[in-house]
C-alpha cells in the first residue's frame, strides 16, 4: 500500500507472481504478456482495487484518453446555435461509451487558431473533430499534414482526399427544398444563404440554383446571412425591398428562417399564402416559429456520432489507410410554412 491506503503496481506485481514490468505491461494494454500472466494480474488488479495511475498509464500508451471538439466560430453563435448543442450530444454519447473525455476547442480566427494548432500537434488529445470549419482558419491543410487522428464534420474547403469527413448532401438538400416550391406553384423563389466561406452555404446555395435553373427561373433574388436569426431578419428586409414580388423563400437554415418569417409577418406577409418558406436543419427550431416551419432535416447528432467513431478508428489504428468520406441523405420535413 501507498501512504494513502491505496494498492501499488508493486503489490500488484507481487499477488500476480509477475516482475513489475510485465503488471505494468498487462495493466497498460496487455503487449508482451502472456495469457496465464495476464489473467494473473487482472485477478490481483480486481482482488487488491488497484486503479492505474493515469499520468503513468499515459506514459506508458502515449495516450491522454481524451479528444477534441475543435469550433472555429466565436463563443456567441457556439451558444445560440442548436446545430453545436447537437453535435456536442453525439460526440459525447459515443466518447462516454469508451470512457473518454471530451476538451472544446474555440478556435477563432488570428492568435487563437494558431494556438489551438499547436495544443493539437504537441499531442495534448488523441485526435480531433472539426465542425463548422471555414474556407481560411487552415485547419484541414494543417491537420492533414501532421499524423494526428482527426475527422471533419462537414467537407473540408481543401484537403478533402487527405482528411476524413463525415456531411449531409447539402446541394442534394437545398434542390429538393426548392423543388418543393416549385411544384407548389411558386416562381418568383428568393434564397438566403449562409456564409460564403463554408462549403455547407456554398452546397446549399448550388442546389438552389440548380434547382431554379432546371425549371427555368431567374437566379437572382439572392442575400447572404451568416445562420443566425438576425440576419435572417436583415436578409428578408432586403429581399423584400428588392423583389417585392417574391412567392418563395429557400433558407439555408432554420435560425435564419425564424428571422425571415418575423420579417415577413411585420411586412404583412401571410405564410404560405403570399409567401411559401423552407428552411434547413430541423434541430428544434422549426417547431417553435410561427408558423411551424418546412424544413431539411440534418441530422446533426447521427453525423456527430459517425464522424466520433470514425475517428475512434483512426485512434485504435482500425482504419482503411485512406480517409473515408459519409454522405447522408437530408429529409425535407413538411410543415405549415410550406
Sequence with gaps: MNGNGSPTLDEVARVAGVSRATASRAINGGMRVSPQALASVESAVRSLGYVPNPAARSLVTRRTDSVAVVVPEPD???????????????VT????????QLVLLLARPGASSARTLRYLNNRHVDGALVVSHHRDDGLAEQLAGTDLPCVFGGRPWTAGDRVAYVDVDNVAG??????ALIERGCRRIATIAGPADMTAAADRLEGWRQAMAAAGLPLDAVHQGDFT????????????????????????????????????????????????VVGYDDLGV??????????????????????????????????????????IPPQLVRRASA
Design 93 to 100: 454519447r459515443v466518447l462516454t461509451e469508451h470512457d473518454l
Design 286 to 327: 422549426a417547431e417553435r416559429t410561427t408558423p411551424p416551419l418546412t424544413t431539411m432535416r440534418q441530422p446533426v447528432e447521427e453525423m456527430a456520432e459517425r464522424a466520433t467513431r470514425l475517428l475512434l478508428e483512426q485512434i485504435e489504428g482500425h482504419g482503411s489507410g485512406r480517409p473515408m468520406r459519409v454522405i
Design 76 to 90: 456567441e453563435r457556439i451558444f445560440s446555435d442548436p446545430f453545436f448543442a447537437g453535435t456536442l450530444r453525439g
Design 229 to 276: 436569426q438576425e440576419s435572417g431578419e436583415v436578409a428578408a428586409l432586403a429581399l423584400l425591398e428588392t423583389h417585392p414580388d417574391l412567392d418563395g423563400l429557400v433558407v439555408a437554415s432554420d435560425l435564419m428562417a425564424a428571422g425571415a418569417l418575423r420579417v415577413l409577418a411585420r411586412a404583412g406577409r401571410r405564410v404560405p399564402d403570399e409567401v411559401a
Design 174 to 179: 437545398a434542390r429538393q427544398a426548392t423543388e
